[in-house]
């Protein structure tokens, strides 16, 4: 378990186990690869980050993933990978969400990204930084980084 305040004063605690909380599990974040290159959705107000939203009432944690990559990107699901789970506890929120690795088969163009203004394509280095203006405050905590982390052990 990792433990750590994110940059909003939150309380989050990061685990790989996939059962800790799984009955509380009501959002997903989706680390998306596509080729060579990692897929981001450029929210309208917080910038660049991975897709992923809220689990609707008629779907599960996996559909949810694919519906969001897609809603937000236009990007199609070929593989999907649950990486962990983490627990936000703050002043005005408490919430857990799901962290996937998606492999991306191809990106369709659309007129409407819902909240985002689309797909943002950043070439895979070990230097890639996620700090900065650019990127969501959500990119820029733990979470993240142990994920990806994560990620090149099992599936690099």
């Known amino acids: 378990m990792h433990e750590f305040i994110d940059k909003n004063g939150n309380q989050v605690r990061f685990t790989y186990s996939s059962e800790q909380w799984n009955d509380k599990v009501k959002h997903v974040l989706v680390i998306s690869k596509y080729k060579n290159f990692w897929l981001f959705t450029k929210h309208k107000k917080r910038g660049l980050e991975f897709p992923g939203g809220k689990v609707e009432a008629d779907e599960n944690l996996e559909e949810a993933a694919k519906r969001e990559v897609y809603e937000e990107t236009g990007g199609q699901v070929k593989s999907l990978f649950r990486v962990g789970q983490y627990e936000v506890c703050g002043k005005d929120e408490h919430f857990f969400k799901a962290v996937y690795f998606a492999e991306i088969e191809k990106l369709e163009k659309k007129k409407n990204y819902m ?17 900065g203006e650019e990127y969501s405050f959500i990119m820029q905590d733990d979470v993240v ?12």
């Open 145 to 156: 980084p142990l994920s990806i982390k994560r990620i090149k052990e099992v599936y690099f």
């Open 115 to 131: 909240e985002t203004d689309g797909p943002v394509l950043k070439k895979i280095s070990n230097t890639l930084s996620f700090s």
